[in-house]
């Protein structure tokens, strides 16, 4: 039982399971596809496209095969990434194919250590290691790794790295540190712009920590800043000459916005007119050019919206479900199927977020202070989805903070319920020696 224990709650045993879960399904996967004509395993949509143009010498450009010049679609560190092995490999092999997908298993599988880390650091040890131990064998986390040729791992990984950073830096006042911390975060809005969403709120609350401490604050708040800043800049100021200043992260907003507010949107979004999918709308984008195309459709979606608030309504509802749930369809909908699978996975894609709101108030009971980093990630991270379109891929990079508050909830549950079982209840205080 010793051994059991010492198995259950070491970091080490919890990220090499994660890691042999993954690999086991990466090695079903593989072997499950049919090798494609050609022998060229393409990876669809942008993330693909701009990397065989980085491979092919062509630059960070084209996102939909076809040449259509510079682009800033997406932030540039995966795209280089898959572009690396590409370059190693072959573009488009199945030896690249299948090596990214593996650097992929890493990230996912060293999120868990990650989670833990940080559970154990916020609510102790116990919760640190039921958190860890979900994230290693919840469904999304290792089907989406596998699955997708995306930053969607490496998104879960660096945010969760960069929110443990907002907390660990707390017992630190040394310049190093502060530089480190703003690298930090600038190297994941670099992975994944929507991280951006979550960055004031984690700079505010670790600056007033800062502050109860030191009278330096301002100067190490300063620090971080400005190498975030820094750190982001050959970007930045890459996307402001090439795009003559219309671009500083990421061009797509408009189209992404109008994909899911437009005359043709049945509930969330309408994915078949994405220029991936459609050739009608591609030949416009590579006609018209991808500034212009996305500025011509950010400008029908906002009159969409406006023109159509009781759709805005239903559709921000239908994408307020699906961000949460990971459905489509309602409860009692999948349920009737009567597939083992599918009420299962079910089960796991309601009880996750029930049980990370419970850990929100858990967390807010133990430190309304503490807990304010945790509620900006849950709160402000799915906005921008919720406006535009969603899917359970988009969530995914705040899945680990969301096991380490589903987590601490089912710890704190079942401690309460142990209190309550355990403790004789008043009446039975009452009762006088030998009575029935």
Known sequence: MRRWQKFISSPAAIVS?????????????????????????????????????????????????????????????????????FKLFGTFSLTADTAMRFVNVLFSAFTSYAVFVLGRLLFGEVSGIVAGWLWAFLPYAVFFPVAWLWDTSLSALVLSAALWA????????????????????????????????????????????????????????????????????????????????????????????????????????????????????????????????MQEKQREAWAFIKSHPSDEARFFFHRFFETWTGNKETFADLWSSGVFLIRANLIVNYALPLLTFAGLLFARRSSALLSLPLLNVIVMFPVVYYICHTTARYRHPIDPVMCLLAGHASVCIVRQVRERFSDPSPAMQRQPAGAD
């Open 17 to 85: 399971v994660a890691l042999l879960v993954r690999l086991i399904y990466l090695v079903s996967f593989v072997h499950s596809q049919p090798p494609p004509a050609g022998n060229l395993y393409k990876v669809r949509h942008e993330t693909g496209s701009i990397a065989a143009s980085l491979a092919q010498g062509h630059g960070y450009s084209s996102p939909l095969i076809d040449p259509s010049g510079p682009t800033a679609w997406i932030t540039p560190v995966y795209p280089y990434m898959l572009a690396a092995s």
């Open 166 to 293: 907002t907390y660990a830096i707390d017992n630190r006042s040394d310049r190093s540190a502060w530089c480190g911390f703003g690298v930090l975060w600038g190297f994941a809005a670099l992975v994944n712009a929507a991280i951006l969403s979550v960055l004031p709120g984690c700079f505010l609350f670790a600056a007033y920590r800062a502050r109860q401490r030191t009278d330096s604050w301002w100067k190490l708040a300063s620090m971080s800043a400005l190498t975030f800043a820094l750190t982001v800049s050959p970007w930045v100021i890459r996307n402001e000459i090439v795009f003559h200043g219309q671009v500083a992260f990421r061009s797509n907003f408009g189209l992404e916005l109008w994909l899911g507010n437009n005359p043709q949107v049945p509930d969330s979004w309408s994915w078949w007119l994405h220029p991936s999918d459609n050739q009608e709308e591609r030949e416009k984008f590579l006609r018209m050019g991808e500034i212009p195309y």
